[in-house]
């Protein structure tokens, strides 16, 4: 850290800035510019009270060098960290692919998805059995019934289940059927709960908040981190911002920036950034070609019946156009396209 | 709900949009302007899909009539809602005053906070026992214990305990030492907890989510009042914006929008919107020329060593310069200051 | 429009929006729901004073249904417009590349670039001679002379000119050199050189502004074309959000939203969108993968000595790389890349 | 500037940056912390091309010590600025009181507001000749036969005119009517316009951009400054953000936080800010109580036959509750309240 001082500072408040560092057993490192003198300050900074300088009368500014996220941060792992779900392999050259309906309605509903997307190299099945909604007036999902009927049909088809968890307490429960947790944008700072999916041990994709810096869902993934819990998956589902037109602002410059700011696999939802089903596939082209290490889709048998975000689900005939041309995208930028 | 059809939508792509009304046994009241066809929908929208209509070919846009909360809107109580906490009334013409330190450290921090604020006409003590962080290496808070030491003090200077609370788990526990539940920003569409707080029946202040437009806050609210809670304080406390200069972007006219929207009191937070102690006071006066109905504040006898959020933190003296002003503001527009 | 009564409005306040309505020339058409009256405006709305109706008491809000913009939209040119700057066509199909250096510093500058951008199918040079620059203290450009190299060098590779101008004064001069006039993110809604642009009757690319909707944007548009002058570019270059990991946020969404808004063609700007040279590649083919007409790329023969914003302008070598992969790209999507 | 090196960078990548430095006449001051090296520069960094160091690749990040605006600091003139308009002073301990119709339309209806602000201490008279409208289907304003109107209203209630000019060409001509010319936010980094204003020396106010922060801001500011005219009024007038029940975000932090930042006045308008009549008297007294130096209002004599912003418009009897709120709150906070 950088202390910045006021231009005119007395020597007493220099020395009172001085004497606090050691009083919190760090160290000093004066240098005088042309028009500022600046402090860096070297050790420990989590012993000083967080804030407590900026009260000091003749500190200008702090300047963070580090940043607060370790676990989290490329240099931990700077070859970039992929990892296996039961034997399915998620980041390096790999793409992954997810899909499924927004929520869990039946098990023809999801059944027929589900066949679908194995034929075009899905081996993640999504749907929403806990659904956060903006009013209590909606569908809230089947809940577990919901988790029982994508187990069942994940399993005839041979694929993995993922799925939103919101309360720490349905995290036993879900385990039973769920093999990536998914923390939607609402519990994006939900500590508890990150710390106890953290615990868990269980494979987490963690979606942004609406409103996070990727700084700070990089602190919101260290919370899983420092739990032991190494294998999570980022996903960019779009920021708020003033522009109205698509439900969120797809952050499409979030995935290069990941790649150089941390080491783990980011995926790209397409459905919730846009809210719109016409948008889908430009974005998860886009995606792709960015970089993105996978996708997120929602795809629904019959859009216009589903109980939830029905404008956001596209057909299984549009997702297999969309997979098709994700696969002559990944041939470009050298990227293997699951078989 | 009216539904503005396309231009140049054929007769049958019309009838779709009719029929699927007619299927969710809803009524259409078709008017042909003089470049656009819109077709009113009466009826009980709740049985619609969500985004089904948007999905049909024909349809341009969908435009709501009514708010999605009822409960929380104006309407539902026209004269606005007074509440008493322990006999502590909150809304009405009367102002809350709420302070104490950002997190609770020791009794005798909280104690000399307690007897200067007492003095000074508020009637809450706030303090964080449970401290959301965004980084899991800070300090957590004292948990149990600085629950504990809110209620000692609080009882010796008769005063009401506000403290923050993180997960359903902990409301039971909680309960024995809160007066009024606050929930953070962080979890302000945690639904789960939003529920569990309802139903506990304990007076709730709902801070607004970072990046929560006032409806979507609203949409909270609905949450806890639809399990029969009613005794709910809306806290403004800033939002994220791309302004730099303070931590977030008070949004003062969220205090007469929710006046006109809402029956419930609505409070303002300067030290968090701001994050810096010297722009306390005059957000505290603005807050409350512009017609809140109180202040939450943070104050520490020392801010300099404070445990979190030192920089937002004013001390014991420059709280009773606010407050004096803020009394003689209340004055002016005609509100009561607490004795 | 539509106007929404508030619920409890008394006849004779629903009399005098309709008499309101009548004065100014207007025909209502009114419709009982089942929770709020509604009144359907019908007639020319621009005879109505702006903002008249939100001030009549039993008004709760009103609803636009047609855009405010007529020529920039969809369904002005639903086949799309392509046309021809000297016999180079924009829009349809074919993909066009614009590059260049951030600002015209010599014409060995220039031409290194030149030379090299004409090699991968590039057919219009950029570079900037009037320099907006947020601190009056740094480079503001050549100006004329800046014009004068740009031509001389475009005219050597047979390429056109695209540059900015900043004033409605320099118009007449640049006419000469210029090819494509560019206004820029902070004149996006100036619009006396919006109208005077339009007159002039010259191509123009016109950058969105840095907070601009895109219905704004569409506005802004038809300033121009009001006057007479269609040939029109739009060039998404990012918006301003709370995420400072790049400059701005590249909105890229916002491709296919003008796709489905207007008939004009769209180019993106990845080097202003991130400000950072090593994301101007995932960009570029992330905005060509969405649907983009083309691409406007920062290139500079060694940006560590350019004279304004290095750091995001990419090398030439780093061009062409980029040119083969967005070529590819172009291929799976069907588009042309020009030869 | 202080350069945080990457961790694991070569001492040959170091070498590269302080040779880079050399090369531009910099000193370098390395200091080695526990996890990061650090390189402080030392001279007149207006020589290095800007961005350039950023491209060398063991560069972390740059961090700036000093702001790039110099005279609108506060440090320029740490006593603040309070200059006088033809003899009534702005800045200082008197408050400011501006106020008229959004746009001029008739010598009557202009008469009729001034009559009435001027028995309520405003000593401005505003009104717009030439409105920037976000469509040009809009009323443009009467342009020279609204200036005229000003004027002669003006001198009838000795007061004083304030307007919005929109091209430097209008300079001129404005200079024989108006008092202070008002830059609008769509031209707040119209670069060439502030600089002409800045040569005219005649009084501005200069509005915030919509989505400029407060650094940009004073950047504009010093565009005017750098040619000498240092009569400047820095207007807030709210921000874009994601809320909507306002038109714009009135950011009433910016109050106090320019007056830690910069020696200039500080005015608001509530009336753009909200785009609501019924949120201009609270946002009226908030500006106040938090610090601001006056407030610019506008006041239509009957605001729903008004032909541009009618909604935004109070009347003049609503005008004269908020005068003698404004003077009762300026009393508390020792202000001077025009007479």
């Known amino acids: 850290m950088i202390i910045v001082v006021k231009p005119g500072a007395s020597r007493d408040q220099v020395e009172k800035i001085l004497g606090t560092l050691e009083q919190f057993h760090l160290k000093a490192h004066v240098s005088e510019g042309a028009e500022r003198l600046i402090i860096g300050v070297i050790g420990d900074k989590s012993r000083l009270p967080p804030g407590a300088l900026e009260l000091l009368p003749a500190v200008e500014k702090l300047v963070p060098i580090m940043e607060s996220y370790k676990l989290a941060s490329r240099a931990f792992r700077p070859e970039g960290t992929a990892f296996e779900v039961k034997g399915v392999r998620i980041g390096g050259t790999e793409l992954t692919m997810m899909a499924g309906p927004c929520a869990v309605e039946s098990e023809e509903q999801v059944d027929s998805v589900a066949r679908v997307i194995t034929s075009c190299g899905a081996r993640f099945l999504r749907g929403g059995a806990y659904k956060p909604r903006t009013t209590p007036y909606s569908f809230q999902g089947l809940e577990k019934e ?193 078989q």
């Open 146 to 338: 919901g988790l029982r009927i994508l187990r069942t049909v994940a399993d005839r088809y041979n694929l993995l289940v993922i799925s939103e968890i919101t309360s720490e307490n349905d995290i036993d429960y879900a385990s039973d059927y769920i093999d990536i947790i998914q923390i939607g944008a609402r519990n994006a700072q939900n500590f508890r709960l990150l710390s106890a999916v953290g615990k868990s041990g269980i494979p987490v994709m963690l979606k942004r908040g609406i409103a996070e810096t990727i700084d700070e869902w990089l602190g919101s993934v260290e919370y899983i981190m420092s739990e032991g819990n190494y294998k999570i998956i980022m996903c960019e589902r779009g920021i708020r911002t003033f522009e109205t037109s698509t439900r969120s602002t797809l952050d499409i410059s979030a995935v290069p920036v990941l790649k150089s700011k941390t080491h783990l696999p980011v995926i790209v939802d397409p459905s919730h950034a846009s809210g719109k089903a016409q948008y889908v596939r430009p974005l998860s082209l886009a995606a792709i070609a960015a970089g993105a290490d996978g996708l997120i889709i929602e795809v629904h048998p019959n859009p216009i019946c589903a109980l939830s975000d029905a404008a956001q689900q596209i057909t299984p005939d549009e997702y297999r156009v969309i997979a098709d041309e994700v696969k002559a995208i990944a041939e470009i930028i050298k990227r293997t396209y699951p």
